[in-house]
């Protein structure tokens, strides 16, 4: 298509500057040549825009000068409207200087014509910006080119975050219900028939683990189809004294500690801040063999520290290679803060690093102790 428009082009060029050389009589056979000289070249303009100019213009200088008959200076025009649409800001002001001074130079000498040299100013001016109004449109369309690549790229990886994100919260869901039923189901029978209200008292855990559960995994999952705009509603600091309950269910001794004032963390940093603890609990169900797991959460002016400290047996709360620790991590990372775990005198322990929110207000949380 491209190639087909440039031989148009030229060949409009070559007929609109050599019929009216032709015309000229046997006498201006000369004309001819300068004629084919400044309207050819244009079929080359997009490789060597600078050689052509020159060629066509100093052609039609030339032909002008000598006294040819008149002819409309189509190739100086074709070249202009080329070094407005194609060329850089250099090359452009270089082809305005050139033009203007062939454009003087052949209207002036060897006769001055005031009034041709209007008409020609006039047209070669609309070259001009037409051939710049083209390189607006090109750029406006590249720009917007980009901006979609760019809003692609965007909505891509708002995808596989929240994927990950997805993936996290059915981890920590799934992996903590499970936890806490495992250890009330095999703690169920041994005290089934020696103490029958423990036995009640596992079993009721159960349900109102599974129950909390089920509602978790459907509002993780309604993740998947409700709008990306939507707010999802997702556990907090808020929900840790309910969360904590259901590990005392278990036989566990959980304490929560609150220090400095409360205030309320932007809402990813309260959702890190519970499924850390939620994912460090149960893997202090699962591995640490611990009697005793102390939750502790400290607002300091520009942080937020959660910690949650056992009395397992040390590294060996890790666990086999898994995605517990990795999961945490990640999100204390996704939201600018930074995660440690490992083992301390006497157990295990998790410290998360999490960014502050606005001004303190009102706690949310129970007194240190609860």
């Known amino acids: 298509m491209k190639r087909s428009v440039n031989l148009a ?3 409009a060029a070559v007929v609109a500057t050599v019929l ?4 000229g009589g046997p006498d201006a056979g000369w004309v001819l040549p300068l004629a084919l000289a400044s309207s050819v070249p244009v079929l080359w303009r997009e490789r060597a825009l600078v050689p052509v100019s020159l060629t066509v213009g ?4 030339l032909s002008a000068s000598l006294g040819a008959p ?3 200076p189509v190739g100086p025009l074709v070249c202009l409207y080329t070094f407005a649409a194609r060329a850089s800001l250099r090359l452009r002001l270089l082809g305005i200087a050139v033009t203007a001074a062939g454009l003087l130079v052949s209207v002036l000498f060897p006769k001055p014509d005031v009034e041709v040299l209007r008409y020609l100013a006039v047209a070669f001016i609309f070259a001009y910006a037409l051939g710049t109004s083209v390189r607006a449109r090109r750029d406006r ?3 917007l080119a980009e901006r979609e690549l760019r809003l692609a790229g965007e909505r891509a990886a708002a995808v596989l975050r929240e994927r990950t994100r997805i993936a996290r919260d059915l981890h920590d869901i799934v992996t903590h219900a499970l936890g806490v039923i495992v250890v009330q189901a095999e703690a169920g029978p041994l005290v089934v028939r020696t103490d029958p209200d423990r036995a009640d008292a596992a079993f009721a855990a159960i349900a109102a683990t599974g129950r909390d559960a089920v509602g978790q995994l459907r509002r993780a999952v309604a993740g998947l189809r409700e709008p990306a705009d939507r707010p999802l509603d997702q556990p907090g600091l808020a929900q840790l004294p309910a969360l904590l309950d259901r590990v005392r269910a278990t036989g566990l001794a959980a304490e929560l500690t609150v220090a400095g004032t409360p205030f309320t963390p932007p809402a990813d940093v309260g959702v890190a801040a519970y499924r850390i603890v939620q994912e460090a609990l149960t893997n202090v169900l699962r591995h640490a063999r611990a009697g005793t797991v102390r939750v502790a959460l400290d607002y300091l002016a520009s942080s937020l520290t959660v910690s949650i400290t056992d009395d397992g047996c040390g590294p060996a709360a890790v666990g086999p290679p898994g995605y517990g620790i990795v999961g945490m991590r990640e999100r204390a990372q996704a939201c600018g803060g930074s995660l440690r775990a490992g083992a301390v005198d006497g157990g295990f322990a998790v410290s998360a690093t ?6 303190p207000v009102a706690a949310t949380l129970p007194a240190a102790g609860a």
Do not use: F
């Open 354 to 359: 999490l960014p502050a929110g606005p001004l």
């Open 141 to 143: 369309e590249s720009a």
């Open 20 to 23: 009216p050389a032709l015309a």
């Open 58 to 61: 100093v052609a039609t200088t």
């Open 70 to 72: 008149p002819l409309l």
């Open 9 to 11: 082009v030229t060949l």
